[in-house]
């Protein structure tokens, strides 16, 4: 699926940006070979510049959960509230706008959903319902697609903007600051008993 590639890709340019700025980022943004973890990323961006960017913002959150679902569970919701909390999250980042005469340009048709053709968030009722008998997992339109990756490509453009405004000038008193010194003190302490 076009979106999990998006999102990954996505993840990695968050902490490439963010490794930009450190002498040695292989401990502060791929400690032990791998990426960062979504809390050490939202505390650098939130706390360490100057313009504070909040990375689950602007829809990214529930792109990264709906992703996650691809990813962990097939697409197939652990529960009815699970994907119905889902559901009323990206309803609220993305909404149900009909398609655009430039989306229809771009050779887009049909509507934009995210658990099957016949399934959609109803606010009333803060669920999903579907129109006929349906599974309801993840299953997104081409539509959806698209504006997803407008989405993530405004997000990182938001991203890259905080990144160049700078970083604080007392970085250690910084929320990530903390967070390496919490986590580097316990593994030293582990690993010196």
Not at 3 to 19: C, F, G, I, N, Y
Request: aromatic share 12%; with cysteine.
């Amino acid at each position: 699926m076009a979106l999990t590639r998006a999102m990954s890709l996505s993840e990695v340019t968050l902490a490439r940006m963010a490794a930009a700025h450190f002498t040695d980022p292989e401990d502060v943004v791929f400690p032990n070979g791998n990426l960062w973890t979504r809390k050490w990323e939202d505390a650098f961006y939130w706390s360490c510049l100057m313009t504070p960017f909040r990375t689950r913002s602007n829809g990214f959150g529930p792109l990264r959960d709906l992703r996650d679902l691809y990813v962990h569970g097939y697409g197939i919701p652990v529960s009815n509230q699970r994907r119905d909390a889902l559901a009323q999250r990206l309803h609220q980042a993305f909404g149900d706008a009909r398609i655009t005469t430039d989306e229809e340009a771009l050779g887009y048709h049909g509507d934009a959903y995210y658990f099957g053709e016949y399934a959609r968030y109803v606010p009333a009722k803060r669920a999903l319902e579907s129109s006929m008998f349906s599974y309801m997992n993840a299953d997104l339109s081409p539509l959806a697609t698209y504006r997803a990756t407008v989405r993530i490509r405004e997000h990182i453009a938001a991203a890259y903007a905080a990144l160049d405004n700078g970083v604080v000038d007392d970085f250690a008193a910084t929320k990530f600051a903390k967070l390496l010194e919490k986590h580097y003190g316990e593994t030293l302490t582990a690993s010196s008993e």
